[in-house]
């Protein structure tokens, strides 16, 4: 039977079970569309990236003997839609057979579901083989439960995987979590090594997306392109990172500063998310450099293994287990639009300015710039959820809805009400402060909360949990704010709350 089979954008798995062999009756078809560059303001880099990922990979497939049919953009016969591509492919050369791998976005998933119902032929559809959990796998586990927890799944994780496990079932180090030792800010003079960069010329995919009215934003570095393309250099990102960053990854690991845009994060989740590493295999390379080199303790190790193993386990299985309804959650209805320097990096707060101004630049930020500051102000200005979805979705490179939708209405929005954490993650200028040195030279003053030049993230830190404080004073981890700031004299508080809504009203102007 003639097979036709689709691979998609982040399904770049070089190790997958079909193409251990080649079958003269089976083609490959990969395409880029215009439909998967609009269904959200890209960041130029993300689809750059996609783009040479998958140029890369067909090519692979050709020189190992596979058939494989590639549309490029703007090629004459692209519909510009999976769907439409494909039912003229079989029409025009009489496939018997349609397989695909299962998508990880339940939009796609959709699409590809509809599609299989209005083909006449069989259509087959197979695991990514890349995940270590099944799609069901989280739902199972937490079964009846209202919330889900992360430890409890990493901690089953780390036994099924047999991870950094001592004798008898027990945690090598004696604790299953080192979190508590890697909150540390980054020393004065302390410089990190220089994050490895690749120095790919992309302009020609560039020029393609401007010709065909692609619209994009940020820094394209479409002439100096950093990011992996293969395997082989996600492979060497990865024994950069394990060599030269691990040693210090955990230490550091929530540290931001003015001029480190990477730090010891190894920058592996693009490679990652588009399926040229498998988890495991990065995850098995680090517990080896564990025990095999003294300069790496278990902190470095398990802080790494838990965002692999753990969180990004987890996130795929809390999306799968409550989409598509999570998609609509707005917990305490929020309604702003997304300040205008969200798009642009220009603001007198510095800690945005700058997280943001990387973001435009790199299409990377580490996971606390991405909760503690951006994600942080978002909810403290009463940003609706779509909008800061969108945001996530567009501007960074490895941002695929599986796992950004999670992290950004789940854990940094609560607009789930609490299904994935068990508290918002906001706070005032003092976490940033102590994690950075952002506020240092910055127009506003982290240790005021009213007045001209007081930091916004006062204020609206204390004006949001005033809003919610019914809400609040019913969680543990919450309610002793509360208490505290309804201990405050009634017109220190007035002010503060004043202070706030002036900002809100005029956010555009920070």
Known sequence: MKTLRLILGDQLNYNHSWFKQTHDDVTYVMMEVKTETSYVKHHAQKIIGIFAAMRAFAG????????????????????????????????DNEFD????????????????????????????????????????????????????????????????????????????????????????????????????????????????????????????????????????????????????????????QDAMDNDFWSLYHSRLSFSLNVKMLHPLEVIRKVEAAHYQNSDIDIAQAEGFIRQILGWREFMRGIYWAHMPGYAGQNYFGHYRKLPEFYWTGKTNMNCLSKAIGQSLEHAYAHHIQRLMITGNFAVLNETHPDEVDRWYLGIYIDAFEWVEMPNTRGMSQFADGGTLATKPYVSSANYINKMSNYCKGCYYNPKKTTGEDACPFNSLFWSFLDKNRELFSKNRRMNFLVKNWEKRDATDRQSVLEQAEYYKGNVDQL
């Not at 596979?66 to 029409?91: C, G, M, P, T, W």
């Not at 299953?176 to 992309?202: A, C, I, M, T, V």
């Open 60 to 91: 692979y497939l050709q020189d190992n003997g596979h058939r494989v049919i590639y549309f490029k953009l703007d090629d004459a016969n692209n519909r510009q839609s999976f769907a439409e591509n494909i039912k003229a492919l079989i029409r």
């Open 97 to 252: 057979k349609f397989e695909y791998l299962l998508p990880d976005e339940y939009r796609v998933d959709q699409h590809l579901k509809e599609l299989s119902e209005d083909l006449s032929i069989p259509v087959h559809t197979y695991d990514t083989e890349h995940f270590l959990t099944d799609r069901g796998e989280v739902q199972e586990l937490f079964q009846g439960k209202k919330s889900y927890l992360m430890e409890s799944f990493y901690r089953y994780m780390r036994k099924k995987h047999q991870i950094l496990m001592a004798p008898a079932g027990k945690p090598e180090g004696g604790k299953w979590n080192f979190d508590k030792s890697n909150r540390n800010k980054l020393p004065k003079g302390h410089r990190p090594p220089r994050p490895y960069q690749f120095h790919y010329d992309y302009k020609e995919i560039y020029k393609l997306l401007d010709e065909c009215g692609t619209e994009t934003f940020g820094n394209p570095s479409a002439g100096d392109f950093q990011w992996p393309a293969t395997r082989s250099d996600s492979l060497e990102l990865l024994d950069y990172f394990i060599k030269n960053l691990l040693p210090l990854f955990g230490v550091y």
